[in-house]
């Protein structure tokens, strides 16, 4: 069965430490991948995409991922947290068909303490 | 510049009465979909369209309907609300030409009393 497991529930991190969000998934072929960011009372932003080709993909506001096909791993980073990214997020896949809905993880909830 | 906006974002309702959730989209896309977020499970698909007259369930699909009438539009009914339904529930659209990332509404906090 397709899924996307997001291993922690709950990450602190002190403002301007490293993160690493984790993401793995199950799914019979290469899919889309995403993350997305939720900040408190809003709807979803997309922070970066993985279709194809290099593995290291960039994003917004600072972060990037990096796809792993050997361990179905999509995992987030970013170098340095500013207290505004406190917020949750998700990752998802997608199936390479137009229009196919996402299946999401259930997220993590990221505090940034200073 | 073009959006997605959900109506309305906050609303209480009782047991057994029906809601409509709207949803617009000023992208023109083809593909638009339905989620309800609840504590612990994420992100679940309700019901999705890829375009006019099109729709299909998704995991979590009973108790609820939607009709595609324009291109535009996919309001959500809850045919006749339950407490279980009490949830966020958000909109997303993404366009229909190869595989696109999905642009989601500001969500609506719907409660069933």
């Known amino acids: 069965a397709q899924s996307v497991t997001q291993p922690d529930i709950h990450i602190t991190v002190s403002e301007g430490a490293s993160l690493e969000l984790r993401c793995n998934y199950s799914y019979g072929a290469t899919p889309y991948l995403f993350w997305y960011v939720q900040s408190p009372g809003q709807g979803l932003q997309l922070l970066l995409k993985y279709f194809s080709g290099d593995t290291l993909v960039q994003g917004i506001k600072g972060f990037e991922a990096e796809f792993k096909r050997s361990q179905s791993s999509f995992n987030l980073r970013k170098p340095s947290v500013h207290w505004s990214d406190a917020a949750e997020y998700f990752c998802?896949?997608?199936?390479?068909?137009?229009?196919?809905?996402?299946?999401f993880g259930k997220g993590t909830t990221l505090s940034v303490s200073s | 510049d073009a959006e997605i906006t959900q109506s309305p974002r906050h609303k209480i309702t009782e047991t057994g009465r029906q809601v409509t959730l709207a949803c617009h989209q000023t992208?023109?896309?083809?593909?638009m979909f339905w989620y309800r977020q609840d504590l612990g499970h994420g992100l679940r698909l309700i019901h999705y369209?890829?375009?006019?007259?099109?729709?299909n369930k998704g995991e979590v699909s009973d108790g609820y309907s939607v009709s595609r009438s324009n291109t535009e539009d996919l309001p959500l009914t809850l045919e006749s609300a339950a407490s279980s339904q009490t949830s966020v529930y958000f909109c997303a659209s993404s366009a229909g030409t190869g595989f696109h990332e999905q642009y989601f509404g500001p969500g609506t906090r719907l409660t069933v009393t």
């Open positions: 369209s890829y375009g006019v007259q099109d729709t």
């Open positions: 992208w023109n896309h083809n593909n």
């Open positions: 998802a896949v997608g199936a390479r068909q137009a229009g196919t809905a996402l299946i």
